[in-house]
């Protein structure tokens, strides 16, 4: 996978999504490991970075509601410790998904956790060319006669 693929790390109860680019396998795994590896994958990979994107209801899910929501967030913000994290409405997100896949490719990796708004969310960015180096491109390709 590139620059503008996605790869989700999903719930249980996430919804199978249609579309072109869009696959959904089911792994069987805990989360929090699949997460671990997927992140650890593209941590050794040098032309994408993910930017990672999760659902701004994680943060309000309560515990009386949702036992163990409370671990598993403290598990993901020591995971998740030290990138660049963005929270974003579900339906946001999903919505991001499907545009997406009209034209890349989406992967979504469901596991076995039973816990609401829990998805992590990976849009892969260039590793090797960053915004800065894309700008200061545009700039010169614009200053030419």
């Known amino acids: 996978m590139g620059h503008r693929n996605w790869i989700?790390?999903?719930?249980?109860?996430?919804?199978?999504?249609?579309?072109?680019?869009?696959?959904?396998?089911?792994?069987?795994?805990?989360?929090?490991?699949?997460?671990?590896?997927?992140?650890?994958?593209?941590?050794?990979?040098?032309?994408?970075?993910?930017?990672?994107?999760?659902?701004?209801e994680l943060a309000h899910v309560p515990e009386s509601l949702a036992p163990g929501v409370t671990a598993y967030?403290?598990?993901?913000?020591?995971?998740?410790?030290?990138?660049?994290?963005?929270?974003?409405?579900?339906?946001?997100?999903?919505a991001k998904l499907d545009e997406a896949g009209k034209v890349f490719?989406?992967?979504?990796?469901?596991?076995?956790?039973?816990?609401?708004y829990t998805s992590v969310f990976l849009q892969l960015d260039c590793g090797y060319w960053g915004p800065e180096s894309e700008k200061k491109l545009r700039d010169a390709i614009g200053s030419r006669p």
């Not at 696959?23 to 699949?34: D, F, P, S, W």
């Not at 967030?73 to 999903?94: C, F, S």
């Open 73 to 94: 967030r403290n598990d993901l913000n020591a995971l998740l410790k030290g990138r660049r994290v963005t929270a974003l409405p579900h339906e946001q997100l999903i």
């Open 8 to 56: 989700v790390v999903a719930d249980s109860a996430y919804p199978a999504q249609t579309g072109a680019g869009i696959e959904t396998v089911y792994t069987g795994a805990n989360q929090l490991a699949a997460v671990k590896a997927v992140l650890g994958a593209l941590d050794g990979a040098k032309h994408v970075q993910p930017v990672v994107h999760l659902d701004a």
């Open 105 to 116: 490719r989406v992967l979504i990796l469901k596991t076995d956790l039973a816990i609401p």
